[in-house]
């Protein structure tokens, strides 16, 4: 079983940057792939980023792409969403998932969900 707990998401101007952060429980945090997911208002969620178990591999959706990096410290059983340049657009909830498997992408691969983190990003 994993807890997963987000932190790090609030308001800021279009522009800015913010660093989101998921602390994991548990002592096999280095056998999970961690992503990361989004649901603005009205939409369905969608997939934003993930890191496979080692931290080796790294994949984002295109419309984040050269903005957010996500970087995992196994050690501290955590994984984070390091936002720059923000836009209105990026408003949404932001989840935290992990997945039993080396790799993963896709939202029926992961296992496990935080509860989420609002971030806010103004014009």
């Known amino acids: 079983q994993v807890q997963l707990v987000e932190s790090g998401g609030g308001l800021v101007q279009a522009g800015g940057s913010l660093r989101l952060s998921c602390a994991a429980s548990?002592?096999?945090?280095?056998?999970?792939?961690m992503g990361w997911f989004r649901q603005a208002p009205g939409k369905e969620r969608e997939f934003v980023a993930a890191?496979?178990?080692?931290?080796?591999?790294?994949y984002y959706t295109d419309s984040v792409k050269g903005r957010f990096t996500v970087s995992r410290d196994n050690a501290k059983k955590s994984v984070y969403l390091q936002m720059n340049s923000l836009k209105p657009e990026d408003t949404a909830v932001y989840y935290c998932?992990?997945?039993?498997?080396?790799?993963?992408?896709?939202?029926?691969?992961?296992?496990?969900w935080g509860q989420g983190t609002q971030v806010t990003v103004s014009s």
């Open positions: 890191i496979s178990w080692s931290g080796g591999s790294t």
């Open positions: 548990g002592r096999t945090f280095s056998s999970y792939a």
């Open positions: 998932a992990a997945a039993r498997r080396p790799t993963a992408t896709i939202e029926l691969e992961y296992d496990y």
